[in-house]
């Protein structure tokens, strides 16, 4: 890296995606940058795409790989909730791409450098017509989608009150919560737990699948993780096609096993 | 109130995925199609809209002849007119917001919702590029919606909590499931539907901003240690995550 620019405007104290592509354009101009990046979270994957018109540039989103490939880039993208995987390119000049978070691992900049500069942005009352006036976290919780380790309950826990299991041993191992939608549709969990295709997509480097089948559309929401733990008690559950590792048994025998073995070692 | 409600005919999610013959699209053969379940959550709420405050909703699909099911069936669902813009050929996001956006300008339509994704090709760009195109603020992962003559407000799902969001109309919205509950047509609406009238036009001809090359089936590599429920295979499993997987 040798530029940071950074941009000072109070119309840009609070969010607004038409407002930050509007000023990213500018700096991609005036800097004659043809490709960006964001995230393929909610705040990039709402801004890419104002962006990619401003810039009338390309754009692929939600990529887990990048080959450059002579002036190429090519981008890989999951499709049909993971089911399949595209490769696809921009044929134009200017390229964007947003990328699923924790599946690219950051380098060492080796630049000796870096120039940091104030970068001054026009920004038109149409681009300020969103405003955000509240913002409710969910207060002391670990969102599944930032967590780098996730520990989910499925239908085979019986009932809410037997979720103690599940965040014993997210707890144990520093983790959030997650949930099949079966659970979050019981009411058992809230929804912003639900992993899957009408949930949360993670990709942490730990996922372990407690009583959860491995639903198709479940599996579209975490199947980008990087090892993947199931307990089940039925050996045939697809959820072990995906598993790098499992155990085959009663997760309220098994599980309370596992958390104190984990917690004896910490 | 006149809503434009944005919809797109995707294989059912159980479909088992298989690669067709030309390498970069799936093989449809026995492949059952949908209205994208997003989508419906954006119809219900438009449909919602219209009870509440009059005037009317269009939904408008760009696909081949075979997406006339969709449409058809979101006019058994209530929308009064369709617009089918029609392409055989698998357009790209931009070609797609494109058209979308020529049929919007020609008509004044106060809000335009869409879901929050297409179950296909999981692109999530729609609700932003027709934002943009159209000069209209937008708001997508919509959890709650709330329009008062020009004034909307509502929640929008954010990584860890949501947030609280304030615009007006004409706006461009995307929502998320749990918005609402879709209802069923009813046969009467069914029968109903077969009169409403659908506006076929050609697709108009853009240039191409991406282009697939190839799709593939993901190569799985896990290691696929499945264990037994022994205290001594529970031991083996927490060795495994520290010291072979490294995780924990
Ligand atoms: C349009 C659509 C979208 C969907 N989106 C999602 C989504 O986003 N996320 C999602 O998760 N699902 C989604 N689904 C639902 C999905 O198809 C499954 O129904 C759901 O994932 C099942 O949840 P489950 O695995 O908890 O329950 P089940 O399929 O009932 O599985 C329970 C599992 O627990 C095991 N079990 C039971 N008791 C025990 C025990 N004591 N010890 C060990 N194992 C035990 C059983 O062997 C079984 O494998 C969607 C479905 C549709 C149609």
């Known amino acids: 890296m040798s530029k940071v620019n950074v941009i000072k405007n109070s119309n840009l104290s609070s969010y607004s995606s038409s407002a930050i592509a509007s000023s990213v354009a500018q700096i991609a101009t005036a800097e004659s940058c043809s490709i960006i990046f964001y995230p393929a979270n909610s705040y990039g994957l709402e801004i890419a795409p104002r962006t990619a018109v401003k810039l009338e540039a390309g754009y692929i989103s939600d990529c887990i790989g990048l080959d450059y490939n002579g002036g190429d880039i090519i981008a890989s993208k999951p499709v049909y909730a993971g089911k399949a995987v595209t490769k696809s390119k921009s044929e134009r000049t200017n390229k964007i791409f947003s990328l699923r978070p924790n599946i690219f691992t950051a380098s060492e900049s080796n630049s000796t450098s870096v120039t940091i500069c104030d970068f001054a942005v026009n920004i038109s009352d149409k681009d300020l017509k969103v405003k955000i006036t509240g913002l409710s976290k969910n207060e002391g919780k670990l969102d599944v989608s930032e967590a780098d380790k996730v520990v989910s309950g499925g239908r085979g826990l019986k009932g809410p009150e037997n979720f103690y299991i599940v965040e014993d041993l997210a707890k144990s191992i520093g983790g959030a919560v997650g949930a099949s939608r079966a659970v979050v549709d019981a009411g058992w969990r809230p929804h912003g737990e639900q992993v899957g295709q009408t949930g949360k997509t993670v990709s942490p480097n730990i996922y372990i699948a407690l009583a959860i089948s491995g639903a198709v559309q479940h599996l579209a929401g975490m199947s980008s993780s990087k090892i993947i733990v199931a307990i089940n008690k039925d050996k045939d559950a697809p959820i072990f096609k995906v598993a790098d590792y499992g155990i085959v048994g009663d997760i309220f025998d098994v599980v309370p096993k596992l958390t104190a073995k984990i917690n004896s070692l910490s | 109130m006149n809503v434009l409600v944005c919809v797109s005919r995707v294989p059912d999610t159980a479909t088992r995925v298989e690669i067709g013959a030309d390498g970069k699209s799936i093989n449809n053969n026995g492949v059952k199609y949908i209205l994208n379940p997003y989508d419906e959550y954006a119809l219900e709420e438009g449909l919602r809209l219209v009870e509440k405050n009059g005037g009317e909703v269009t939904v408008c699909t760009v696909g081949a002849d075979v997406c006339v099911d969709i449409l058809r069936t979101s006019l058994a669902m209530g929308a009064e007119k369709a617009v089918h813009i029609k392409s055989e050929e698998t357009l790209d996001s931009f070609s797609v917001a494109k058209n979308i956006a020529e049929v919007a300008k ?143």
């Open chain 2, 106 to 248: 020609s008509a004044n339509y106060d809000v335009i919702i869409l879901g929050r994704q297409s179950i296909d090709f999981d692109s999530f760009q729609m609700v932003s590029m027709l934002g943009e195109m159209l000069e209209l603020p937008s708001v997508s992962m919509v959890a709650k919606l709330d329009i008062n003559g020009t004034l909307v407000t509502g929640e929008r799902d954010i990584e860890g909590g949501k947030e609280i969001f304030e615009t007006s109309l004409p706006a461009v919205i995307s929502v998320q499931k749990g918005i609402n509950e879709p209802r069923y047509p009813k046969l009467p609406q069914i029968m109903k539907a077969k009169s409403k009238p659908i506006d076929a036009r050609p697709a108009i001809e853009t240039e191409k901003y991406t282009s697939v090359l190839s799709m593939e089936i993901p190569a799985k590599q896990r290691v696929g240690k499945i264990l037994t429920d022994s205290d001594s295979d529970i031991n083996e499993l927490v060795r495994l995550l520290r010291e072979e997987a490294k995780v924990i």
